[in-house]
């Protein structure tokens, strides 16, 4: 299998009531059917003015706790929230970076909304089947470092279940379910970096299954929960 990921870094400043998908369309990329389409949720939240001035510290601090739909932990200015979405992430997952001085960027209301909404528009001006996976940045606990993962899905299958299938020695997988959106997030990331304006990618040659999942499919049940 040969994956190629395509940064599209020709997207002009995305502000509020621009149309996302139209700025994918005018790029210019040739598209082509079973494409998967990755977009920074940073776009999608200022095309949905998800965007908030902040006039200082304690102005951010306080919108961390209003986003915040819950407190899990707090070590000096780092706070461990769980969002609205159910997401669990630094500080809301509200974001300095790629911001215009003086604001933050929130993330959108309901991401998997988002994403459908861009594919739904992709696919009627493009004619043809896509997927839309909208990334953040987030960090895992017990590993440094940050990868981007999905926080918005639409037309893929969030999740591939290996369970009950064999492996390489025909032993039975019991417990293998890969978070595929993540992985494409996270490769999708390498093509368009943090700084360099390219928002969105183009993931080609991965055989994906189409499917109504959502990014909040991989959200684990408090049930499965091992670290609260």
Excluded: Q
């Amino acid at each position: 299998m040969t994956i190629t990921i395509t940064a599209l870094c020709s997207i002009s400043e995305i502000h509020r009531g621009d149309d996302v998908a139209e700025a994918i369309v005018a790029t210019g990329h040739t598209f082509a059917d079973h494409d998967i389409v990755v977009v920074t949720h940073k776009i999608v939240s200022k095309s949905e003015g998800m965007v908030r001035e902040v006039v200082d510290e304690a102005a951010y601090r306080r919108l961390i706790e209003d986003e915040a739909a819950e407190i899990i932990r707090r070590r000096g200015p780092l706070v461990i929230t769980r969002t609205s979405h159910g997401f669990i992430c630094a500080n809301a997952g509200i974001d300095r970076s790629n911001a215009t001085e003086g604001t933050v960027i929130l993330l959108p209301t309901d991401p998997d909304a988002s994403a459908h909404g861009i594919r739904m528009k992709l696919e009627r001006a493009l004619g043809m089947n896509l997927a839309v996976i909208v990334t953040d940045t987030f960090g895992r606990p017990w590993r440094r470092g940050v990868v981007d993962v999905a926080i918005g899905v639409s037309g893929i299958d969030p999740i591939v279940d290996l369970r009950g299938t064999p492996d390489a020695n025909g032993r039975t997988m019991e417990a293998t379910e890969i978070a595929i959106v993540d992985e494409i997030a996270a490769a999708a990331d390498l093509a368009m970096g943090k700084a360099t304006g390219c928002p969105v990618a183009v993931v080609r040659g991965y055989e994906w299954a189409p499917g109504p999942g959502r990014a909040t499919d991989l959200i684990r049940p408090d049930a499965e929960d091992m670290f609260r």
